[in-house]
């Protein structure tokens, strides 16, 4: 009979695998943990420094007095130089915020219409919800114009109205109907069509001033960013990055194993699909009513953050959103001071960008991402 220590000696011994794998396993989250902590202050610091950069030059010390006198609400008077804090707070502060916040936005609504879909190549444009929002806009401008009742949010609400139209159509001819993923996908490519012809439609029948003004939005753009529209963005993005956040173990087993299996572990995917269908376009919606229909950034912010931190989703939402609003970020700088003191609309730049990409993406793909 074997004594006491001995009994203990082999049970460590048997042990010891599987303590040394969640050892390991604690080790690689926390690796992926510092990785998107040390990305968020990489893309905080890239962010000040591009927002002192443009015709007028202002310093670093300039946009922390700035920040630090709004943040006391007013009760500081540190500002010296009030021409260069005019242009930071109501030009170039608003212009960067919401570049970063619409990036996350658009890439981590990009993650959630992949997850699911379990498939890479989804995104806000690809199941027309961009197109939908670019013909509400359209149908807005060419019907609004001279309407004072409407407010200043007349065209970002019908354009908002329109993707989520979109999204109802698309998403309830795919499940409620007994549909697969890529019958959505699809349905999707072929409203994307209907509505850039019906947008198309409304540019030829349009006055020209309509017609510049339609155009200009379809671009994609930050020009004349408000802090109100900023605010807004935000908000929708501080509501649906938590929420889904804690989903993400079962967005993992929904990508992972499918619908069979994440229901023999007890996971109503009806009401997860739902939840995650009505949070991703809301996010996405948000950002286009504003900002116009900017591609890409749905597809390749998550695609990258795949690439680098993998795919499980506790690492990947946060990190995709970190992705996506860097490549905005680079892409709006790249507009505004390339060819200064000509801007380029930031959904131009994407495009240039992200068509590339898109096509690396397809070619080089030799299998698929999701099984």
Request: charged fraction near 10%; hydrophobic fraction near 55%; glycine fraction near 10%.
């Amino acid at each position: 009979m074997r004594s006491i220590s001995e009994q203990g000696a082999a049970i460590s011994s048997t042990a010891t695998p599987d303590g040394a794998l969640a050892a390991r396993y604690m080790a690689w989250g926390q690796r992926r943990g510092a990785m998107v902590a040390m990305s968020l202050v990489l893309l905080i610091v890239a962010a000040a420094a591009v927002t002192v950069q443009g015709i007028n030059e202002t310093t670093m010390g300039t946009l922390a007095l700035v920040i630090v006198q709004q943040a006391s609400f007013g009760q500081l008077d540190l500002i010296t130089d009030e021409q260069s804090a005019r242009i930071l707070l109501y030009l170039r502060l608003p212009r960067v915020v919401m570049a970063i916040v619409a990036g996350a936005a658009l890439s981590v609504s990009g993650v959630l219409m992949q997850a699911i879909t379990r498939n890479p190549l989804v995104s806000p444009y690809t199941i027309g919800v961009s197109s939908a929002a670019g013909f509400g806009a359209s149908i807005a401008i060419m019907f609004g114009v001279g309407l004072q009742s409407a407010g200043i949010y007349f065209v970002p609400l019908s354009a908002f109205g329109f993707a989520l139209l979109c999204a109802v159509c698309v998403f309830s001819l795919a499940w409620w109907r007994g549909m697969g993923a890529q019958a959505m996908i699809l349905t999707g490519i072929a409203l994307m069509y209907l509505f850039s012809a019906m947008t198309a439609a409304v540019q030829f029948v349009a006055t020209e001033e309509q017609l510049a003004r339609v155009v200009h939005w379809t671009f994609g753009s930050l020009n004349g960013v408000q802090w109100d529209a900023v605010g807004l963005c935000a908000a929708v993005l501080m509501v649906v990055l938590p929420v889904m956040q804690g989903k993400a173990w079962q967005l993992n087993a929904l990508t992972m194993a499918g619908d069979d299996v994440a229901q023999s572990l007890g996971m109503n995917v009806r009401r997860l699909r739902g939840t995650v269908t009505l949070l991703s376009v809301v996010a996405a919606a948000s950002v286009i009513s504003f900002v116009g229909v900017i591609g890409f950034v749905g597809l390749i912010g998550p695609h990258l953050a795949r690439m680098i931190i993998g795919g499980d989703h506790r690492f990947l939402l946060p990190f995709s959103a970190i992705c996506g609003a860097a490549m905005l970020l680079a892409a709006d700088t790249i507009g505004r001071l390339a060819f200064s003191p000509t801007v380029f609309p930031v959904g131009i730049v994407v495009a240039f960008v992200g068509v590339p990409v898109f096509l690396h993406l397809i070619i080089s793909r030799k299998r698929e991402t999701f099984a």
